[in-house]
């Protein structure tokens, strides 16, 4: 076959049969269809999983069948959803009708005579109008067992092919304020992110943007030195805690709204601590460090670990973002203020819709300080992709400022700024939940309410008082619980939180997958100290139609991972573990192992309780969820 741009290169056509030279092959295609298919080029050797495995033979059969009439068609190849139908399906066939001015049978007929993964699948077959089924074979299946048995640590799932720099930025409390159950989400989300990123090979940078700048800050100075000047004192300050800086809030703020002239002495106490005063700057540390102490004790509660970078930490940027804006031509004055327009976007009257970036009084917004961060982000950390876990609310804020940093080139080349919005999280009753006083439900209190629930339940279940070991399992139960009711709903989505249904025993819940691994773990050592065992079998037996079934589940947990990497939705993790939990049921009620026809087959069987806790403890782990 002679190929384009080649002057003198030939492939033998009986090579052209083997998957190894169409690989080859397409590789070399690659410059004739460069214009027209840059994506697929780039990610047509990723084969991490089993779908680009398949995904990759059907675009190969796409140029070998079509030529370039179907160099930009995909090979859509999903999991099929239910396994009659057997593993995979790719529905490439029907799109292409059109153009091949061919029925989606006759196209799907020659696709399959170009696909070579015999060593992987059985024959491929058509469905319905040109669905095309791909089906694991056993001993690819058992094999693929084999290598995740071998490596207990990672299950046989390979880094990332190309490791990338990702900031991610979440949780992000107010200083001066309790963590609320608004801060939940953020945070066990964007650590659930964290963590699937470093554990694919990633350089993960784990940011705490905190609010720790601002006028708020000129308004609690303020009261402080007028109502409270004692505490202040080195003294005093010791016996001052998040609650009492929660009321002093409160109460400066109703000062600020009703008394003009303190007013006019908070705005002056911002200049002053924005000039770098070292008084002002003693009490704003003091207000930092009491805030943090807490918000500490709530990270060391969910396990979960950050940096913190304030808003504050970007004050000496701010102007070099008003120069880049001005250099790009970007900068307009709007009534004294500066401001940025926004490409083809409009307010409710028609007119521009516009950014502020600088204040007539010459302060900046937070938007310039998101501006400060992209800028330090690329510029300084080298950042490939950028995560913001914030609330749904923020979507419009985020869309303006990363549209802002692309024109002003305030972000490096080819770096990812995306949004992981979430919705809200509310009472059993739909509307905002809050405690019998009416007021925000403070995360410190759910989370101890959750384990304090857990350990009523199990002392039921006991007859009696739990011990320290049992404590210990009721606290990881109940924020285990608290985690996965979040993580196990689209982030997207509003949920009802429910210390009820959290907290079961039935249902895709904590408890149910914390008891499921639990008891593979006592069904395999069982086996083990009764029969003997615990060694990895020459060959993983996949006779029964249960144990294939569960061997092919197992096989998918790589695919979830990746699919996570790059979508960022947890809930898709949390329903493959209750479906893989599920799969195991079916198989242990089918298949005996410790009465098993043969020694191999009992330590097949054994084998595959093994892999199915390990997927199930890995996952868990990921989701920042601890076994028991």
């Known amino acids: 076959v002679k190929l384009s741009k080649i002057k003198a290169l030939y492939i033998c056509f009986p090579c052209m049969l083997c998957y190894r030279h169409i690989s080859l092959a397409r590789n070399i295609l690659k410059p004739r269809l460069q214009s027209t298919l ?91 109008p040109g669905f095309i089924n791909f089906k694991l074979n056993k001993s690819f299946v058992s094999n693929k067992l084999k290598g995740v048995l071998s490596d207990s640590d990672r299950l046989g799932i390979p880094r990332a092919i190309k490791t990338e720099k990702i900031v991610v930025d979440f949780s992000s409390p107010n200083i001066a304020k309790e963590m ?27 940011l705490n943007h905190v609010g720790d700048w601002g006028t708020q800050f000129g308004m609690i100075i303020t009261y402080l030195r ?11 300050a010791c016996d001052v805690d998040i609650g009492d800086l929660v009321e002093f809030y409160r109460k400066a703020k109703e000062k600020f709204d009703s008394d003009e002239h303190f007013q006019e ?58 120069d880049d804006l001005k250099k790009e031509r970007l900068l307009v004055k709007s009534d004294g203020a500066s401001v940025v327009y926004i490409d083809n976007a409009k307010n409710k009257d028609g007119s521009p819709q516009a950014l502020i970036v600088q204040k007539t009084d010459g302060g900046f917004m937070y938007s310039t300080t998101d501006l400060a961060a992209i800028k330090h982000r690329t510029t300084e950390e080298k950042a490939d992709r950028i995560l913001y876990v914030t609330d749904s609310g923020q979507s419009g804020h985020f869309a303006q400022v990363f549209e802002i940093a692309r024109k002003g080139n305030l972000g490096g080349e080819g770096v990812s700024l995306e949004h992981v919005p979430f919705g809200l999280v509310q009472g059993e009753d739909g509307k905002k939940i809050q405690n019998t006083k009416g007021e925000t439900v403070k995360l410190k209190d759910l989370l101890e309410r959750a384990v304090e629930i857990s350990k009523d339940e199990m002392e039921v279940r006991l007859g009696r008082e739990c011990d320290e070991r049992e404590e210990e399992v009721a606290r990881k139960v109940g924020i285990g619980a608290v985690k996965y009711a979040d993580l196990s709903m689209n982030r997207e989505s509003n949920y009802r939180f429910s210390y009820k249904k959290m907290l079961s025993l039935q249902g895709n819940t904590a408890p ?58 947890p809930n898709k993790l949390c329903e493959y573990l209750f ?42 782990k990921l989701l920042g969820i601890e076994t028991v």
């Not at 006592?522 to 249960?546: D, F, Q, S």
């Open 38 to 128: 840059p994506s697929k080029t780039e990610t047509k050797t990723d084969e991490r999983t089993i779908l680009q495995i398949i995904e990759n033979a059907v675009e190969n059969s796409l140029i070998l069948s079509f030529g370039e009439t179907a160099s930009t068609a995909k090979a859509l190849v999903t999991t099929a959803t239910k396994p009659e139908f057997g593993d995979y399906q790719s529905n490439a066939a029907l799109p292409l009708a059109k153009s091949l001015k061919l029925k989606p049978i006759e196209i799907a007929e020659k696709l399959i005579g170009n696909i070579r993964l015999e060593n992987i699948c059985d024959e491929p077959n058509i469905a319905g």
């Open 180 to 206: 609320h159950v608004g801060h939940l989400r953020s945070t066990i989300i964007g650590d659930t992110i964290c963590n699937v990123l470093e554990f694919l090979g990633h350089d993960v940078l784990r």
């Open 226 to 236: 007028e109502e409270k000047s004692d505490i202040l004192s080195k003294n005093e």
């Open 265 to 322: 002495k908070s705005r002056a106490e911002v200049v002053k601590l924005q000039a770098g005063d070292l008084e002002s700057l003693r009490i704003w540390n003091f207000l930092c460090d009491l805030s943090r102490k807490e918000f500490q004790v709530i990270y060391n509660i969910l396990g979960v670990s950050l940096i913190e970078r304030g808003e504050s930490f970007y004050n000496k940027y701010l102007n070099g973002v008003i």
């Open 512 to 569: 149910y997958m914390m008891y499921a691994y639990a008891r593979i773990q006592g069904i395999r050592r069982k086996a083990i100290v009764e029969e003997g065992g615990g060694k990895i079998p020459t060959e993983i037996i996949l006779e029964h139609e249960a144990e294939m079934i569960l061997g092919r589940v197992l096989l998918r947990f790589s695919e979830i991972l990746y699919d996570l990497e790059q979508n960022l939705y």
């Open 579 to 620: 479906e893989l939990s599920q799969r195991f049921n079916q198989f242990y009620e089918n298949c005996p192992v410790n009465s098993a026809e043969s020694e191999q087959l009992r330590l097949s069987r054994i084998s595959l309780c093994e892999a199915t806790a390990n997927t199930i403890k890995l996952g868990l």
